[in-house]
């Protein structure tokens, strides 16, 4: 499994890309850089999008996705999310006020992007990925993934504040290789990340507890202008699962 990281940030400035992952580009996990961040070319292959949730910095670039792409596919964007997001999506982004609904265009029966619900814990095969939406601590009923391939699983909490469930089912799986999550104030800034459900380096450290062992830990969701102070909060923890998504643009393969 090919991770591309397009954007791993929690805002956005220059040099600073809000979060979209890109999984064999095919299947993306979040919209937030998506149509900044990748060549057209690469936004008309991808099939299938993941939202995890539906704050601006996961789902503002479905927007400019969708008009790049418009005519280009011959088929919509298949998009996986929870009834939250689609209707924000629909109601507040791509209402035809903001946005052309492009879930009606060029034809609702045959549109740019298309909306499927997912309940959480039910798993959803699209492709070769299996994939597992798991509810995490964060705003709209936020979704976490856990996402096997071959022989091979990843988690993606995306923006979560301390959870249990998704380490509960993560630890059922054997091949697991990696787990991307988040840490965006840093530790001065505890009661904004609780009342924000995020993480700081703190909390995060306290989290690892409850994850499954060994397995490195990829922290993304980096506030732009606190990226310095979490570059040295996280380095003072001392431990070597911790790699902090800093760069945009970056790939693991898995
Ligand atoms: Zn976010
Ligand atoms: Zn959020």
Redesign the pocket.
Known sequence: MLVRIVGGH?GVAPGYRATSYLLDSKLLIDAGSVASGLLIDEQVQIDNILI??A?L??IYEMAFLSDNCFGLKGKPFEVYSNTVVRNAIREHLMNDVIWPDFSKLPTPENPTIRFHEIPPEKELVLGDFKILPVRVN???D?IGFIIEKKDAAVVFT??TGPTERIWELAKKYKNLKAIFTEVSFPNSLEQVAID???HTPETLYKEMDKMPKDVPIFLGHLKPNFQTQLYQEVEDLNCERLNLLGSDDTSYVF
Do not use: L
């Open positions: 929690g995890s949730h704050h910095d996961h964060h705003y709209t936020a995306q923006d924000s459900k995020h």
